[in-house]
């Protein structure tokens, strides 16, 4: 199978997600990576480029060089990952789903509501994928988790309570390391810091196990350390489309959690625990029955967990080939076969609308406040 032409927008030297991305496309043999604009500094993007082998002319200043120069080539990128801080996402994503490349942009998609809507809007007009980086939803263990629920294993679910929460923002005297800085500041972040940081990746979580929507939330928001304008803690109460509870807590000064990411999911006849510390195994109790793990690997997983895994049970299977699973998903998409659980814009429009609803709900005093972007009410 021919393999698929593969560009960066960010994800540069010493970026934070940049090195996931290209482990996890460059993992399993579909994508070749082409082209990039890695940097907001053209020069150190460029360098960064060759040294990641990207021949000298595709090697790009910034993305609207980089936009320009593919557009006109016969060879040009099949893909185009954006993993920018979050203002910029809208452009670049816009620009590069109009010129006819397919995307996946990282969480947040947009920081407003409309701009996600629109990109949602540009992909369908255009037939191109615009697939959002929830990698943690493609662990296998996360697919079995919902693969398990869609088939009644845990009976209806009546509660579902997930956190993200960490300590690495937690020391106030680096709060001003550009690095950090960025995540509170609006005119880089949006209108939110934590919540649109981590707090996404658990409430879409919520609502990919689940198989459901949030409809409305309630949220209180604090800013621990004074000098962030936006929010490095945040506790979300939220209502999915069937009736489910759902409870959120995401924080980012929580010292001693190192990545505390993880869901429970109470159903009517059972429950499911999964910790994104350990996720290759999912923590099952049927009601009235013993707690049993379920290993990554192991027989008898649903097809969608059995097609993630690759190593044998029990060799850990962790966050880059998580990303590779995206990829993955992203190359049988751009080839014509469609997969379920490949995370697309209407899922990133659905983050970004419970964003500005939490800031709404925050602003109210608490308020319960509709959560769905207007094109899904
Ligand atoms: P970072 O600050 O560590 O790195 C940002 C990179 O983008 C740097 O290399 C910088 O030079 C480059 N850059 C900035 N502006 C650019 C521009 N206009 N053109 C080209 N390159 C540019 O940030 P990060 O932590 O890697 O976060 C980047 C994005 O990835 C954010 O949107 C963040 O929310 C997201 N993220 C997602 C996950 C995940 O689990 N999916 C994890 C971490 C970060």
Redesign the pocket.
């Known amino acids: 199978m021919a393999r698929l032409k593969w560009g960066m ?10 090195p ?1 991305h290209r482990l996890g496309a460059l993992a399993d043999g579909h994508f070749d990576l082409v082209a990039g ?5 053209p020069e ?2 460029r360098a960064f480029a060759r040294k990641h082998g990207v021949a000298e002319d595709r090697a790009y200043g ?2 609207r060089e980089m936009l320009a120069g593919e557009k006109g080539r016969a060879d040009r990128v099949d893909l185009v990952t954006v ?4 203002s ?2 809208f452009e ?1 994503s816009k620009a590069f789903l109009e010129a006819g490349f397919h995307v996946l942009c ?3 998609m947009t920081v407003a509501v409309e701009e996600g809507e629109e990109i949602v809007r540009i992909a369908a007009r255009t037939g191109r994928i615009c697939a959002v ?4 939803s493609a662990y296998p263990m996360i697919r079995q988790a919902r693969a398990m629920v869609r088939a009644g294993d845990i009976g209806k679910v009546r509660l579902v309570v997930t956190n993200f929460s960490h300590g690495h923002h937690g020391d106030a005297t680096d709060a001003d390391n ?2 950090v800085r ?2 509170y500041d609006p005119a880089m972040a949006g209108v939110s810091g934590q919540f ?2 981590c707090g996404i ?1 658990a409430l879409h979580m919520a609502s990919f196990i689940c198989d459901d929507e949030v409809e409305k939330l309630s949220a209180d928001f604090a800013s621990t350390i004074p000098s962030r304008v936006l929010e490095d803690d945040a506790m979300v109460n939220f209502r999915m489309g069937r009736g489910t509870v759902g409870r959120l807590w995401t924080s980012s000064v929580a010292i001693g959690r190192q990545h505390g990411f993880d869901i429970q999911v109470f159903g009517e006849t059972g429950g499911l625990r999964w910790a994104s510390e350990q996720p290759n195994q999912l923590i099952y109790t049927p009601v009235g029955g013993r707690t049993q793990i379920i290993e990554k690997g192991e027989a008898g997983l649903y097809d969608e967990a059995k097609r993630l895994s690759r190593v044998a049970i029990a060799h850990p299977e962790g ?1 880059p080939l998580a ?1 590779a699973n995206i990829y993955c998903e992203l190359a049988d998409s751009i080839r014509g076969v469609k997969r379920d659980g490949l995370p697309l814009a209407s899922a990133g429009v659905r983050s970004i609308a419970a964003v500005h609803a939490a800031v709404a709900s925050v602003k109210a005093g608490g308020a319960w406040v509709e959560a769905r972007p207007p094109m899904y009410r």
């Open positions: 927008v960010g994800g540069g030297e010493g970026s934070q997600i940049g996931a604009a890695f940097d907001h500094r150190e993007g910034d993305w993993a920018t801080p979050n910029t996402h670049i990282e969480k947040p980086n929830y990698c943690y550009p690095r960025w995540r649109a940081d990746h966050f990303v």
